[in-house]
């Protein structure tokens, strides 16, 4: 095993997040009332930093934020995240999240106003960069500016990409080098719109339309057969778990899949499931991390275990960063499961 802890480097978005508890999602048109209000910190990169953090990785954040930001840094830095590469802009606020959390489906709607996570540029990124090299990893997100240059500038340093393509846009394709990428990390519906964007007629290749009638297991052949370098894709289902391919070894001409139902556990919010997940999944890879080796079936399906789990507590608690739990209860949880089957 690699002696030397591998370095994860998150370089995303950080965000100041407002819930709006109500009856159902807003719709078009339509004023209702919120039962309760609270801000609190998130953004999705921030969001997997300190999953990562929480799950005993040595994780970097990069990024930016406001001065009215500060104490979101401070929560980072307690969960365990490096902040040396957050930089503070003089004038521009941190990015902000209107998030709305349904009583009725416990389900999320959410508005994002970028702020300072589109400020960042190249230049400032690839001297974040020059501290990493190979053995490491960058994950990333579609919530800061400049994310596919600074993509392209990882992969020349050598580093592992894990990409969460979220929110999915008609420009993502062509703004991400998604040929790069070595772990996909989407959900149902961000697999929907890569299929449609991989399958549309080139007249039409600006679409990423969901394509709901496209199930997880049929865009999986496409996303692979389009990506031939990746290692892995996973897809998260929501209630019903996840589908995912790895390819375990290079001269494998096809990816071995993995299928996993829902841990299931008591649904308070959604928000930060996917988050933690990201994060845990990679820091239990990085945990097992061998240079220049792939991870076995074994090792795979381990970190999906310990993700799954971790997304279970999360959705079990209120907000999005608050709700990423730590890594103890996770192993706690792994056990209890282990004992009752």
């Not at 590469?85 to 999240?97: L, P």
């Amino acid at each position: 095993m690699n002696l030397t802890k591998p370095k994860v480097l998150v370089y995303g978005s950080i965000n100041i997040d407002d819930f709006y508890v109500v009856p159902h999602i807003v719709r078009s048109g339509e004023t209702i009332s919120s039962s309760s209000y609270t801000v609190s910190a998130g953004g999705k990169g921030a969001n997997q930093s300190v999953a990562l953090g929480r799950a005993g990785a040595n994780v970097f954040h990069a990024g930016k934020i406001g001065k009215d930001g500060e104490w979101v840094r401070k929560i980072m830095e307690d969960a365990g995240v490096d902040t040396t590469y957050i930089q503070v802009a003089e004038k521009e606020s941190t990015g902000r999240a209107i998030i709305q959390l349904s009583e009725e489906s416990h389900d999320n709607s959410i508005v994002l106003f970028p702020g300072t996570n589109h400020t960042v540029v190249i230049e400032e990124a690839r001297h974040v960069l020059s501290n990493f090299g190979e053995g490491d990893w960058i994950v990333m997100q579609n919530e800061i500016s400049s994310g596919g240059e600074i993509m392209r500038a990882a992969k020349e340093r050598g580093m592992t990409i894990c990409f969460n393509p979220s929110p999915m846009t008609s420009e993502l394709p062509k703004q991400y080098p998604l040929h790069l990428v070595d772990y996909l990390l989407i959900n149902e519906i961000e697999a929907q719109g890569l299929y449609s964007y991989l399958t549309s007629p080139k007249s039409d290749a600006d679409s990423v339309t969901s394509s709901s009638h496209i199930t997880a297991s049929e865009s999986l052949p496409v996303l692979e057969k389009a990506y031939e370098q990746i290692s892995g894709i996973i897809i998260t289902l929501g209630g019903d778990g996840l589908v995912a391919r790895f390819r375990i070894n290079e001269e494998d001409e096809k990816m071995k899949e993995f299928q996993m139902g829902i841990v299931k556990g008591n649904v308070v919010n959604t928000t930060g499931a996917g988050d933690t997940f990201s994060g845990y999944f990679v820091a239990n890879l990085v945990r097992n991390q061998e240079l220049n080796k792939r991870f076995n079936a074994e090792q795979l399906q381990a970190a999906l275990l310990e993700a799954s789990h971790a997304a279970s507590l999360a959705v079990g608690m209120e907000g999005a960063m608050d709700s990423i739990p730590v890594k103890d209860d996770v192993d706690t949880a792994i056990k209890s499961k282990e004992k009752l089957d």
